[in-house]
């Protein structure tokens, strides 16, 4: 017998596929355990209690294998493959199998993001998100127990991240932060050295190109410690030009975040401000550019 090229549940006789009874039959029930509301695992635990043989002498299955089997279209009669089940049973377990996996992982893909991410203004403390009662009456709160009592819940404070950063995108000028500009390159003795030396090496007649090469390496080095460089204004660009290729926000990208947010802060009055990776600090009032110094209000302790 060759290996197992066959799809699960046929065979193959003069470029024709049939049902292979035995495996047909696991499919099948494969389908009505899972819309029945067994897990992946749960079906896989039972295929390997009863020895369900896979191929050849394989009879442990996980629910990669199932998983596998409920999401492949042939099984609902697709291309020349004959039925196992229905379109409507392929499609119920499917459409359970995307609501189970997809959606509540993303979810809390996004939860967890921002648990790391947001701080309480006032002492520093983490900010986390609790449901209570029942799933609409959710808050977020500072667990440090700080005078910080301020609660909010998502759409308050997921409104706010959307504001900040659909404002950022229309308007990603106002990322520049006002640094003073003070690049400066001034090498030390060692450097002016070795940059000679490596110059001379250079001149020689028989160049000998590794040491020199990594002369040059070396000596570019202890160069660049000798750089103070604005990095600031090298994010603020950076920012700039991601903000201003971004499509117009509707919703939280998590990718955005991760790639411009340094840190979310919460203030006593449950005001969200968002500081990105330039040191940027960005928050509703800032962004709809109202000239009231609220930011003086700045943490005192
Ligand atoms: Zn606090």
């Known amino acids: 017998m060759e290996l197992r090229t066959l799809l699960y549940g046929y065979n193959k006789r003069q470029f024709r596929f049939?049902?292979?009874?035995?495996?047909?039959?696991?499919?099948?029930?494969?389908?009505?355990?899972?819309?029945?509301?067994?897990?992946?695992?749960?079906?896989?635990?039972?295929?390997?209690?009863?020895?369900?043989?896979?191929?050849?002498?394989?009879?442990?299955?996980?629910?990669?294998?199932?998983?596998?089997?409920?999401?492949?279209?042939?099984?609902?009669?697709?291309?020349?493959?004959?039925?196992?089940?229905?379109?409507?049973?392929?499609?119920?377990?499917?459409?359970?199998?995307?609501?189970?996996?997809?959606?509540?992982?993303?979810?809390?893909?996004?939860?967890?993001?921002?648990?790391?991410?947001?701080?309480?203004?006032?002492?520093g403390g983490r900010f986390t998100r609790r449901r209570n009662w029942s799933q609409t009456h959710e808050k977020w709160y500072c667990t440090c127990g700080c005078k910080n009592n301020i609660y909010i819940d998502d759409t308050l404070f997921y409104g706010q991240i959307i504001t900040i950063l659909s404002q950022v995108t229309e308007t990603p000028g106002i990322l520049?932060?006002?640094?003073?500009?003070?690049?400066?390159?001034?090498?030390?003795?060692?450097?002016?050295?070795?940059?000679?030396e490596t110059d001379r090496m250079a001149e020689r007649k028989n160049i000998d190109f590794l040491p020199i090469k990594k002369a040059i390496y070396l000596n570019v080095s202890d160069k660049f410690d000798c750089c103070t460089l604005d990095t600031a204004k090298a994010f603020s660009d950076l920012l700039v030009r991601y903000f201003s290729k971004n499509q117009p926000i509707e919703d939280i990208n998590l990718q955005t975040l991760r790639d411009t947010i340094d840190r979310i802060y919460i203030n006593k009055c449950g005001t969200v401000k968002i500081k990105f990776i330039n040191g940027a600090e960005i928050s509703k009032e800032d962004s709809y550019g109202s000239d009231s110094n609220s930011t003086e209000t700045k943490d005192n302790n």
């Open 18 to 123: 049939y049902l292979n009874e035995t495996e047909s039959t696991v499919v099948k029930q494969i389908f009505d355990d899972y819309i029945g509301g067994l897990t992946l695992q749960k079906i896989a635990d039972r295929l390997t209690a009863e020895q369900v043989v896979y191929y050849k002498d394989k009879v442990t299955w996980n629910k990669h294998m199932v998983r596998r089997i409920l999401e492949n279209r042939h099984y609902a009669g697709d291309e020349e493959y004959p039925a196992i089940v229905t379109r409507a049973v392929y499609e119920q377990a499917n459409e359970k199998r995307l609501k189970k996996g997809g959606d509540r992982e993303t979810d809390s893909e996004q939860e967890k993001y921002f648990k790391s991410h947001t701080v309480c203004e006032q002492c």
């Open 176 to 196: 520049h932060v006002s640094t003073v500009p003070n690049e400066t390159y001034s090498p030390t003795l060692d450097v002016i050295r070795a940059e000679k």
